[in-house]
């Protein structure tokens, strides 16, 4: 079902991306400045809202491509797959591990679990919250 | 080694699926493989143990906990092992035959299988807990065995009653097994052993004790925990041969020997063990006498054998542990030879009852003549094992410290009730006319047969020569159950004493009332039924019919599908405890300090009543939503305030998302209707009242109560330098508590399945015509 708000319509056409850059954005910086994995996670969450808003459900779930449950499933084993690491290293479960690659020029590129953990919250809380406002919109439709 | 050959057979189990679609019909002969290796593994043992050594094999498990999967072979555990493994070689064949074809003969092994390894596990572990962990996988799988046939109704019932007493039994079992922990400062059954401490002078000991005997005597189904055993009849053969035989029930009997050199010696141990033991000896005696169902008949023969396990223990003297553990050896080898030939007689007549049997032995000569043999040991006649357990038995009665009479009558009374039981069983549906059965009766399959006749010769060969396995392997048994080094010397012929007249008398008794049998069956019977209305059978389904009761009752009052009175219950509940705990540890302390309040803060607070107000007041569902919308942004407004970045955005994005989803709520809902009365209405202000006064109490004391040291600094300190974060409160939630976090998106993920379930389903519902 499509909103007859054209200014809506336009407007979330601009917005949506704009606010899923900044999600992603918020998730990788979370670790220094304020952000993280949870509210990068709802901010994606209130995009795909405000698409869901100007388009309906059903072309919010083209656009997401997978059910909102499969993203919540990815998130959950995403968190789980940041405790292989340490498993498998023998230190107690959900021990960081961290790795630096080098970059051209004097940067390095960090990684590690934490990061890996961070984004399975911001998939998880994503897939829950679409969960539920897919659901909810569908039953209307 | 021994981690592999105790753990094997849940492993074999996963493969049994598989191994199935390449055996087919022969995958009993190819199953028994392992636990045939596993005799002959254990058997490599022997040697070592029959000198009197001790093996100890350490594997951790738990190292946090203390939890360890050692494992102890002595001859009592040894013993054990050599008859689980080796009577489960007989059943999974003996199996493959009885179940032939049957549907769910893969599901059948495998549970099978993981109760070989259970067993195995229960009568070789060192730890404590991981022998009660054993223990109750026993309890579990032999559940599933008992009620293998699920689409009978019956053996359902039965399963669910065994496992009730066995695991209510093993709750309590637990508690003792903690205490004793506690009292001895080990969880190892090879330090509690060794140690020379005091056990029954201390304070928790009896406690200890009765938890123990306890757990036992619902395992081994023990006066008044009996009935469970023979129910669990409704179980196909091989598992009824098996359980009955040498695991399951003999569970309890192992455990009451592993501590009888700790705990035995005090008269609380010895009386109830002597108490119990002897009742339940004789009760299963004449219950077995009175029936008429085969497999019935031989379930309470069990259960009169557990019993004359038990009072023996309770007895203690070195004669009397010699008793047990030939015994323990006899009954083993002649109850899996009769279970598994009275399947193999149900399997060929069609019918259990033994009434309807006669004359059998010339349809099937083979099945009689093994049937004989192991009734012969039951009844303890010579030259069966039998007899040598049995005049041991009396023997050591005779020349018990206490109630040695008493004791003595029960057993001369039991020994004839089973002498007339062991005819039955072997001289009733073989011999005399023949009598019609529902199937044409012809000699069972080699597979049906091997068992039996292999326990019945190895009945025989101890029989005659009892020095041989006594010299082998008992004497270290007696030995462990003893605590101090035994040598027996165990003969076939004692000559003419007291035992032996004895068991002439019980023969001949026995013999009359084989005869009088016809007559007074039918009597006896209509006795038993009079009888259970008073029974502790009666009083379990009592039991279980008081627990649903207040169950029911007790829904019905909390839960009664009301929303409203959900959430009273839970204000009202969590407010209460938090606000008694509040006043009687702290008291009312109000102080009030306005002074460093600056008046933007007086303004998001009067914001924050306004709006919450209004949310009440109003009767318009959009604008409450809007309205608590306010509130939740004039909380963020406040963390924002106190420098709270992150809960700030948080909050903010939360409280967004809440109100478009209770908006997309709103449109499901009927139109707004008033169900409740006023006075339900101000009974709910009341409640709200109070809860928001025992909060605001709550978190001006919070302010000046401070139990431990605040945690903040620490992570303030270390968060960079320990997670390589300077974001606090992010390294909080994905590196210091981690753990919580993952929890957390856990909840999330059952959340949202709820609510995605709740709406589909409903949907669903809605558009079926």
């Known amino acids: 079902m499509r909103s007859s708000s054209l200014i809506l319509n336009t407007a979330a056409l601009a917005i949506v991306p704009l606010q899923l850059m900044f999600s992603v954005f918020l998730l990788l910086r979370g670790h220094d400045e304020p952000g993280g994995g949870f509210i ?102 | 080694m021994m981690l592999l050959a105790v753990l094997s057979g849940f492993l074999m189990a996963f493969a049994v699926p598989a191994l199935r679609r390449f055996a087919g019909q022969h995958i009993g002969w190819l199953l028994a493989l392992l636990p045939a290796s596993l005799t002959v593994y254990f058997a490599s043992l022997v040697p070592s143990i029959s000198r009197g050594e001790i093996l100890l094999i350490e594997n951790q498990w738990m190292p946090g906990l203390g939890i360890t999967l050692d494992f102890m072979v002595d001859g009592l555990s040894l013993v054990f092992a050599l008859l689980i493994s080796g009577i489960g070689t007989f059943i999974l064949i003996y199996a493959g ?50 009620g293998f046939n699920h689409e009978d109704e019956e053996a359902r019932k039965c399963a669910l009653q065994g496992l009730f007493v066995t695991a209510g039994g093993g709750l309590v079992l637990m508690a003792g097994l903690i205490l004793l922990g506690f009292i001895t400062g080990s969880y190892s059954f090879t330090e509690i052993l060794a140690s020379d401490l005091q056990i029954q002078e201390h304070a928790f000991y009896t406690a200890a004790t009765i938890c123990i005997l306890i757990g036992a005597f619902t395992k081994s189904a023990q006066v008044p925990f009996h009935f469970w055993l023979p129910n669990a009849m409704a179980a196909p053969t091989p598992v009824s041969a098996y359980l009955h035989s040498a695991t399951m029930v003999k569970a309890g009997v192992y455990l009451l020997a592993r501590l009888n050199p700790s705990l035995g010696g005090d008269a609380l141990w010895s009386g109830s063990l002597m108490l119990f033991g002897a009742a339940t000896m004789l009760t299963g005696a004449y219950l077995a006498f009175s029936s008429t169902g085969i497999k019935k008949v031989l379930a309470y023969s069990t259960v009169m054998a557990l019993g004359t396990l038990t009072m023996l223990i309770g007895v203690g003297t070195e004669l009397a542990i ?91 009374a039991s020994a004839m009730l089973v002498v007339a039981v062991a005819g039955l069983v072997a001289i009733k549906p ?117 627990i649903t009761q207040v169950a029911d009752w007790q829904t019905r009052l909390l839960q009664n599908g009301v929303l409203g009175i959900y959430l009273l219950i839970l204000v009202l509940v969590t407010f209460g405890l938090t606000g008694y705990t509040l006043l009687t540890r702290h008291g009312f302390e109000l102080s009030f300090d306005f002074s460093d309040g600056y008046f933007y803060e007086f303004g998001i607070a009067l914001l924050l ?54 908006v997309l709520v709103l449109f499901k809902l009927p139109p707004f209707v008033n169900l409740s009365s006023p006075l339900e209405r101000y009974r709910d202000l009341a409640v709200a009242v109070f809860a928001g006064i025992v909060m605001t109490l709550l978190i001006l004391a919070a302010m000046d109560i401070q139990f431990f040291e605040s945690i903040s600094s620490y992570y303030i300190e270390n968060s960079s330098e320990l997670a390589f974060g300077k974001n606090i409160v992010n390294v909080i939630l994905v590196d210091f508590r981690q753990l919580d976090t993952l929890g957390e998106i856990f909840v999330l993920g059952l959340a949202a399945i709820g609510v995605f379930s709740m709406i589909k389903f409903r949907a669903e519902d809605q558009h079926r015509p």
């Open chain 2, 609 to 662: 009543v306004v709006s919450t107000l209004f949310a009440c007041a109003t009767r318009s569902r959009l604008g409450s939503v809007a309205s608590v919308g306010v509130t939740g942004f004039g909380v963020a407004l406040i963390f924002i305030h106190f420098s709270a970045p992150d809960l700030g955005i948080t909050q903010l994005l939360v409280e967004t998302l809440t109100v478009i989803l209770l």
């Open chain 1, 40 to 141: 990068g996670g709802l901010v994606a969450a209130s995009a795909f809202v405000l698409y869901a808003f100007a388009f309906g459900a059903r072309s919010t779930l083209r656009l997401l491509r997978v059910s909102p449950r499969d993203i919540l499933a990815a998130g959950l084993l995403f968190a789980l797959a940041s405790t292989i690491p340490a498993l498998l290293s023998g230190q107690p479960l959900l021990t960081a591990h961290w790795w630096q690659f080098p970059l051209p020029g004097e940067s390095y590129l960090k990684l590690s679990t934490v990061l890996i953990f961070d984004i399975g919250v911001y998939l998880a809380v994503l897939g829950t919250l679409m969960t539920f406002v897919i659901s909810l919109m569908e039953v209307r439709e």
């Open chain 2, 322 to 412: 010699t008793a047990f553990i030939c015994f323990l050896l006899a009954h083993s080898l002649y109850k899996g030879a009769l279970f598994m030939l009275a399947g193999a007689l149900d399997h060929e007549t069609g019918t259990k009852d033994i009434t309807k049997m006669g004359g059998l032995r010339q349809s099937m000569p083979l099945t009689a003549a093994i049937t004989c043999l192991a009734a012969l040991s039951l009844a303890g006649l010579p030259p069966l094992f039998g007899f040598v357990a049995k005049e041991l038995m009396l023997e050591s009665l005779l020349k018990a410290p206490a109630w040695s009479l008493g004791l003595l009558v029960v057993a001369v």
């Open chain 2, 97 to 146: 035959s009885y179940l032939k074809g049957h549907k769910d003969l893969g599901r059948f092994y495998v549970i099978m299988l993981s109760f070989m390894a259970s067993m195995l596990g229960l009568v070789l572990s060192d730890n404590l807990i991981a022998f009660f962990v054993f223990w109750e996988l026993t309890s579990i799988t032999s559940y599933m065995l008992i």
């Open chain 2, 430 to 546: 073989f011999f005399g006319e023949v009598l019609k059965t529902p199937k044409q009766p012809h000699e069972a399959p080699f597979a049906m047969l091997i068992g039996p006749a292999v326990l019945s010769l190895l009945a025989l060969i101890f029989g005659v020569v009892p020095f041989v396995p006594a010299g082998i392997l008992l004497d270290a048994a007696i030995s462990s159950v003893h605590g101090a080094a035994v040598e027996t010397a165990l003969a076939l012929w004692h000559g003419v004493n007291v035992p032996l007249i004895l068991s002439v008398v019980s023969l001949l008794i026995g013999s009359l009332l084989l005869y009088k049998w016809q007559r007074l069956q039918p009597n006896l019977c209509a006795l038993n039924t009079a009888g259970s209305r008073f029974g502790p059978e009666a009083g379990y389904f009592r039991f279980m019919l008081g």
